[in-house]
């Protein structure tokens, strides 16, 4: 998301690694980077299988898609905080950091 993009260096300096992950195809994120605002520099990862979405209880089996979710994960693999948005709803990258300073 370019909100996350414009705060990259901040969640760099905390020690943190911003990523997305989704349904979508990798020709569907590599578009999508391209053209959001400037472009996306961090990773975007493709669950085409489901299997990530699935695992961490945002599949949306009617939409054969994904939620939209933010997830923090200190460096053992625990999950630390979780946000998950309804239609229209966008994750605050001012919150997720500092739930990232909190670890």
């Known amino acids: 998301m370019p909100a996350f993009e ?3 260096k901040d969640f760099e300096a905390a020690n943190a690694q ?3 992950i989704s349904t979508d195809s990798i020709f569907s ?24 979405v699935k695992q961490y209880g945002i599949w949306w089996p009617d939409q054969n898609a994904n939620y939209r979710a933010t997830y923090v ?5 625990k999950v630390r905080f979780v946000e998950r948005y309804g ?5 605050d990258p001012e919150k997720i950091l500092a739930e990232v300073k909190k670890l």
Do not use: F, N
């Open 29 to 52: 994120h590599d578009a999508w980077a391209k053209s959001a605002c400037g472009g996306i520099s961090y990773p975007l990862l493709a669950d085409i299988h489901r299997e990530t």
């Open 73 to 77: 994960v200190d460096k053992q693999g």
């Open 18 to 20: 911003v990523m997305g």
């Open 87 to 91: 239609k229209g709803e966008i994750p």
């Open 6 to 8: 414009a705060r990259l």
